[in-house]
């Protein structure tokens, strides 16, 4: 089946500074990517759609210049925190839509990230 | 808002099987209905989805009323690795996936 990886698992970082989150497609192009928010206890949150090639749609809540996200291949997506607070300290999880083929228009997610911001 | 209703918690016994119930009254005509599951601190994984026929695979399989309002979910015999929570959605097939609360699974050994 469609694979779908981040990168990194885990990371730690403190309050202040910015952290970067890849998501990738292995094995198939990914027109659209997903990004979802997950705190304890809770259900995913849909933060934002990219496109590849242009800029990501944010969903109501979501602050863009915040949650910068930029789509620049069809295998590639990435997620940057800026200025991270505790707050933002959560379970990031990407997905990733096969645009063609066998499997088209099916979502594929990847294993998530946890940030925990100190 | 998520168009689906499930209850919060299931439990199970192990090697029963596991029945999870979803409602979707207002399903659309060309809105499938999809079901994942999220073990503890993992990304979610696909299961099984269906149009308007019942439909199974390796992993369980998916009733579909004829009314198409209400589904099944159906893992055939529940293991203690089925301990997840269990998400029914509806979408079309290039719309967006949007999680409600889902059902929490306990399978009791």
């Known amino acids: 089946g469609a694979v779908v990886s981040q990168h990194p698992s885990w990371v730690i970082c403190k309050s202040g500074t910015s952290v970067k989150i890849e998501c990738r497609s292995l094995d198939f192009q990914a027109t659209t990517m997903f990004w979802y928010r997950q705190f304890p206890k809770q259900s995913l949150m849909l933060m934002a759609t990219?496109?590849?090639?242009?800029?990501?749609?944010?969903e109501q809540g979501v602050e863009k210049d915040k949650f910068l996200i930029n789509h620049a291949s069809l295998t590639l997506s990435t997620l940057t925190v800026t200025s991270a607070h505790p707050e933002d300290s959560s379970f990031y999880i990407c997905?990733?839509?096969?645009?063609?083929?066998?499997?088209?228009?099916?979502?594929?997610f990847g294993p998530g990230t946890r940030l925990t911001v100190t | 808002d998520a168009k689906t209703t499930q209850p919060t918690s299931m439990d199970c016994a192990e090697g029963r099987a596991a029945n999870l119930p979803c409602n979707h009254s207002t399903i659309s005509g060309n809105e499938y209905v999809y079901w994942y599951r999220q073990i503890h601190s993992q990304g979610p994984q696909y299961i099984i989805h269906?149009?308007?026929n019942n439909e199974t695979n390796e992993m369980a399989s998916l009733i579909i009323t004829e009314d198409r309002k209400s589904s099944t979910l159906i893992l055939p015999h529940a293991t203690l690795r089925d301990t997840a929570v269990y998400y029914c959605i509806v979408r079309a097939r290039d719309d967006k996936i949007i999680f409600g609360k889902g059902t929490r699974l306990h399978i009791l050994p």
């Open positions: 269906g149009l308007k």
């Open positions: 990219s496109n590849e090639g242009s800029k990501a749609t944010y």
């Open positions: 997905s990733a839509v096969n645009g063609r083929g066998r499997g088209a228009y099916e979502q594929y």
